[in-house]
């Protein structure tokens, strides 16, 4: 082999004993192109020893596997959150010099035909002269885009002989190439690296996107550059790294651990590893988790903290109230209130993500053709309201939409009655139930879309309503068709809406002798309250049934009649009866008490400003 050195002549050993078993089950080839022959070692060490074969049978090989001009390579199709098993099949046939690629949508063919072609001969391969026939089955799958080329490239190396018939065993490839053979970036693919880690295999894909290999902690992923390293891992020439590999790992004779070498027993026989207990030990299953490298390297953006707000006491407290027990909210005021400036720091009020709820949120983000930034943080999602009903749902071609990026985090909708009235009917469905349903290529996709919705509104189409100055000139109809455009169903299932008033003059102009509280002084608190909840009942208060609310939120009878007299006076649903029930809770459990207060029925009343007549 050319520029061959001592280091990688070691590896000599693992070569000839891999190519004694591509040899061993196959005839020579008769539609090598001649390069191997020629100027591949590896090869013609096949050639010499091919005789003294190991005598092992692998003709129903499930796994990757090749035999004399096939082959069969594993990858997997984006499909939403989940990634299924794609195989690539390759044939190599006598006839005229043909490249056909079935199973993909034809654009994709002819752009991922040019660019294995490329990648191949840059790369210091031959390209097989007859005819190649590549299937990607199964056929109904949706499958786009360029992270079949590295599959669709190694596969006609094995089935060429160029590489051996074991270096697909256990193992599947991602990425796009480049026409240099470089590996590129692939989109979408943290949901297939979390289900190809599953299943045990080891997977291959480009060192650029090892920030998504570096969500899932397991050793069974290895980053590549380019084909030709990729190449020279499988037969041994060098070890790829994982992503969580600091030093590449070897052992004292230099050999590197990183890949299983043909020598490895568990790999010969069949095909497949030889018993669960030592796949086990070679692959961890993939514990849905992120390792704490991925989550440091991905929190360093900075937060917006409560403190940077001036004064809007009561949209502070309603935050933090929204917060504590997962409400809905609503906060109505004219521009200038600071609306959108206390819906940015709600996030910062919240837990961070666990875990297992990052590497979710980072999986959706991915599916979405996103890279994973948020780490442990929940995310903050604010369509505008020119956003129509299927980006809100869906993203494109089975893609989370807007809600789905907004799960485990923040939604929020400003200027709420400007949104298209069924963009607005579609929220209630996912608000109830944590998820969305996409049905496309006739296939059904379910993406999880549990999320707090915020939102805010101008009183009237002017926003200034109730100003002192005298500014707004709406008359009544207006605001009340303005109000009117809320579908009451949608408002009915926010737990909390306030108004907000603009801040005066002086309060911006006098620096404050007030020492603003952080959003961290914040979050401990809320912190509290959520574990009171969880304790308690095991879920948090805005998501309690009427049952459970009859159960968890007993009234003593002041609170009683403080209570019945809002109701009487505000002519309250049964629904919003209900809601004010469960903020009251929220309130004692910010305070530490056991008992619903008098005060606490006092404060939730005051956040549903809506039940209110419209003054
Ligand atoms: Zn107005």
């Known amino acids: ?113 040019e660019r294995v072609r490329a990648a191949l001969l840059t790369s210091g391969f031959g390209f097989p002269d007859g005819r190649i026939t590549v299937n990607l089955s199964p056929a109904d799958l949706p499958k786009e885009g360029g992270r079949f080329d590295l599959p669709i490239a190694i596969g006609i190396l094995a089935a060429n002989e160029q590489l051996p018939a074991g270096a697909l065993e256990g193992r599947e490839f991602y990425g796009e190439l480049s026409l240099r053979g470089e590996l590129r970036d692939t989109p979408k693919l943290l949901p297939a690296l979390v289900e190809g880690s599953r299943s045990g295999r080891e997977l291959i894909l480009p060192a650029s996107n090892s920030l998504e290999a570096s969500l899932v902690s397991d050793a069974s992923l290895k980053l590549a550059h380019d084909l030709r390293q990729v190449c020279d891992a499988l037969i041994g020439l060098t070890v790829l790294s994982g992503p969580h590999d600091s030093v590449e790992p070897s052992d004292e004779d230099g050999h590197g651990r990183g890949l299983p070498t043909m020598q490895d027993s568990a790999y010969l026989h069949d095909g497949a590893p030889r018993d669960d207990a030592h796949r086990r030990a070679r692959h961890p299953p993939v514990a849905a988790d992120i390792t704490r490298m991925g989550v440091t390297a991905l929190t360093n953006e900075t937060v917006p903290d409560l403190a940077e707000v001036r004064g809007q006491f009561a949209g502070k407290r309603a935050l933090e109230i929204a917060a504590a027990g997962e409400h809905g909210l609503l906060m109505i005021g004219p521009p200038g209130a600071g609306k959108t400036l206390l819906a940015q720091r709600l996030p ?34 604010s369509p505008q309201h020119t956003a129509t009903v299927a980006a809100l749902i869906s993203g494109g071609a089975l893609m989370p939409g807007e809600l789905s990026l907004a799960h485990l985090g923040v939604l929020f909708l400003d200027e709420l009655p400007e949104f298209d009235r069924l963009a607005l009917e579609a929220l209630r469905e996912p608000l109830e139930s944590g998820v969305v349903n996409l049905i496309r290529y006739q296939r059904s996709c379910e993406f999880p879309a549990r999320f707090q919705l915020v939102a805010a509104m101008n009183p009237c189409p002017c926003g200034y309503v109730g100003d002192p100055r005298g500014k707004c000139q709406c008359t009544a109809e207006q605001i009340a068709r303005y109000r009117a455009r809320l579908s009451g169903p949608l408002v009915d299932r926010i737990d909390i809406h306030i108004e907000l008033m603009a801040l005066p003059v002086e309060h911006l102009l006098v620096e404050s002798q007030e020492r603003p509280e952080t959003s961290a002084t914040v979050a401990l608190r809320v912190a509290a309250a959520r574990q009171i909840q969880l304790q308690r009942q095991g879920k948090l208060n805005a998501r309690l049934s009427p049952p459970e609310l009859e159960r968890f939120c007993e009234l003593g009878r002041d609170s009683k009649a403080l209570l019945s007299t809002a109701i009487s006076r505000m002519g309250l649903s049964a629904r919003a009866y209900h809601r004010v029930l469960k903020l009251a809770r929220t309130c004692a459990d910010l305070a530490g008490v056991p008992n619903i207060r008098r005060i606490d029925v006092a404060e939730a009343v005051q956040l549903r400003a809506l039940d209110k007549p419209i003054s």
Do not use: C
């Open 1 to 113: 082999m050319k520029g061959m050195n001592l280091e990688s002549l070691v590896s000599l050993t693992e070569i000839r004993s891999a190519t004694d078993y591509a040899t061993a089950t196959q005839q020579p080839s008769s539609n090598g192109d001649g390069r191997g022959t020629d100027d591949d070692t590896w090869t013609l060490e096949a050639g010499r020893n091919g005789e003294d074969s190991l005598g092992q049978s692998k003709d129903d090989a499930n796994e990757g596997s090749a035999k004399q001009g096939l082959s069969t390579v594993y990858s997997r199709a984006p499909l939403g959150l989940s990634a299924p098993l794609v195989r690539v099949e390759v044939h190599l046939g006598a006839g005229l010099p043909a490249f056909h690629l079935v199973g993909l949508p034809e654009a994709v063919v002819r752009e991922s035909k």
């Open 348 to 381: 910062g009020l919240l837990p961070p993500l666990t875990k297992s709820e990052a590497l979710e949120v980072a999986s959706l983000e991915s599916a979405a053709g996103r890279k994973p930034v948020s780490g442990s943080r929940r995310p903050f999602r």
